[in-house]
């Protein structure tokens, strides 16, 4: 039961764009307070990444078909396809790419945020993220099994996962989405120009 509800759990906070928070912490929390065997961490790693995967995908999917098309100018649609048609024939890099960032601590939301107001095909991105996510989040589960006998989990408080800190990265996050949609990608790929459309 604990593993249903901890998958709806991170299946929600991965639809949210930003301000959620970060799965590993549910995934920490999650191993330091049941006692988890070797088979069950496994089970807890695989849920929660696919969990994690299918709310980035329907978190890609809104920012595809409500965002892109119902709040975004022509000519920034128009700007965004120039990126898209550099990436499109390069699945292999866009693969890479989704894989290695899902190994890294860092946040995704804004990721599959702008990756989805690009129009690119989502299935290039699940199956990279979905390993990449299960090798870290495996990392996370034993690692936070192994040591929950030698730490007071009373001790812990969360306002040193949401603080300042937190909340100045998720800012941050949406301004690099802010400007990679503003960001004039036909002067940047042809001209090596870094400039910006007006919408």
């Not at 920012?63 to 098309?69: E, H, L, N, P, Y």
């Not at 894989?99 to 199956?127: E, H, M, R, V």
């Amino acid at each position: 039961m604990i593993l249903i509800t901890v998958f709806f759990i991170v299946l929600i906070i991965n639809i949210l764009p930003a301000f959620a928070p970060p799965t590993w912490v549910v995934l920490a929390f999650t191993a330091f307070y049941y006692d988890f065997n070797n088979s069950s961490l496994i089970s807890l790693a695989f849920l929660v990444a696919l969990a994690a995967t299918l709310g980035r995908l329907i978190l890609a999917t809104f920012s595809k078909r409500i965002v892109r098309t119902r709040f975004l100018s022509e000519k920034t649609r128009m700007n965004l396809d120039e990126a898209k048609n550099k990436l499109k024939d390069k699945n292999f890099f866009t693969s890479t790419v989704f894989f290695l960032y899902a190994i890294s601590p860092l946040p995704s939301g804004q990721f599959f945020l702008a990756y989805g107001l690009t129009d690119l095909s989502i299935n290039i991105a699940a199956i990279p993220f979905f390993l990449g996510r299960f090798l870290s989040y495996m990392v996370w589960a034993f690692g936070s099994s192994k040591i929950s006998d030698k730490v007071n989990i009373e001790n812990l408080n969360a306002s040193n996962f949401f603080g300042y800190s937190f909340i100045i990265s998720q800012l941050f996050a949406l301004i690099l989405v802010y400007l990679f949609v503003k960001i004039n990608w036909h002067k940047l790929i042809f001209e090596k120009k870094i400039t910006f459309i007006k919408s």
